[in-house]
């Protein structure tokens, strides 16, 4: 008999986000979307297994550890992969061992984050789902790509979890309680907003109103990753330095990839 996986229900997943501080236990990558802003280069949270299910692990807040959707799908081809670098919001001896001193950015994220909430996990899966009705959008409209879950699935979605951070949230806003960092990235402002949604129609007009900045940058990234010339590249580059609504750290990532290649 095959065996079952048992999976984490969304209180687990929340409890685990917080207290592992939204940070990759295999990557140490932000998850906190506000530490990202708008852009379409971002990666979902995960809660993977420690103990994998086939294994016998259950699925109780000691065997749960936060992941990337991307180290998440990475280990599943590689159950044995137990080595984390982040576990429960600090840097562990694996990760010196590699790596040794490890960045002050990491270090200013992890102290920051500490003051995550499990309610907060359900704001940061708002902005995710919201962002995934976007791939869906522009998939559609760039790569012809259609997905079986369109962008008003999404949508919804994504305000049904506004709606469970509305009835679980602090007091305190979220910028009172020190979980964005100084500097906040491009579009940070924007993404906060959602905090003051209460209906339906505010949270859809929300999603529309960030919508054209996401795609912009959408397309910047499609078109980069299509195009492999790096005469094209360049010249992609040097158009987008000019218009208004690029996300600078995606602008940047993309040339210091075009520099190394």
Not at 53 to 67: K, R, V, Y
Request: aromatic share 12%; hydrophobic share 35%; glycine share 4%.
């Amino acid at each position: 008999m095959a065996h079952k996986r048992i999976e984490f229900t969304e209180n687990q997943k929340s409890q685990i986000y917080a207290r592992d501080r939204a940070t990759c236990a295999f990557s140490g990558l932000s998850l906190w979307l506000l530490d990202i802003g708008i852009r379409p280069n971002w990666d979902m949270d995960w809660v993977d297994h420690i103990r994998p299910s086939s294994a016998g692990g259950d699925a109780s807040l000691e065997n749960g550890i936060c992941a990337s959707s991307t180290f998440n799908a990475k280990k599943r081809d590689n159950t044995s992969d137990n080595v984390f670098f982040v576990q429960s919001g600090n840097i562990t001896e694996d990760y010196i061992k590699v790596f040794g001193i490890p960045p002050k950015t990491l270090i200013e994220q992890l102290s920051r984050l500490k003051n995550l909430e499990p309610a907060d996990w359900f704001f940061n899966r708002c902005i995710a789902n919201t962002y995934i009705g976007f791939n869906w959008r522009c998939n559609l409209e760039l790569n012809a790509v259609k997905h079986k879950r369109d962008d008003i699935y999404w949508f919804n979605s994504a305000w049904k979890r506004l709606q469970t951070y509305n009835k679980k949230r602090n007091t305190n806003k979220i910028l009172e309680r020190g979980i964005v960092c100084d500097s906040p990235p491009f579009g940070t402002t924007e993404l906060l907003r959602a905090e003051e949604i209460n209906t339906q129609n505010d949270y859809f007009e929300w999603a529309e109103s960030i919508y054209l900045m996401y795609k912009l940058n959408y397309e910047l990234l499609n078109s980069y990753l299509k195009n492999k010339r790096p005469g094209d590249r360049t010249y992609l580059i040097n158009e987008a330095k000019n218009k208004q609504g690029i996300n600078p750290e995606l602008l940047s990532a993309i040339s210091i990839h075009l520099d190394g290649s």
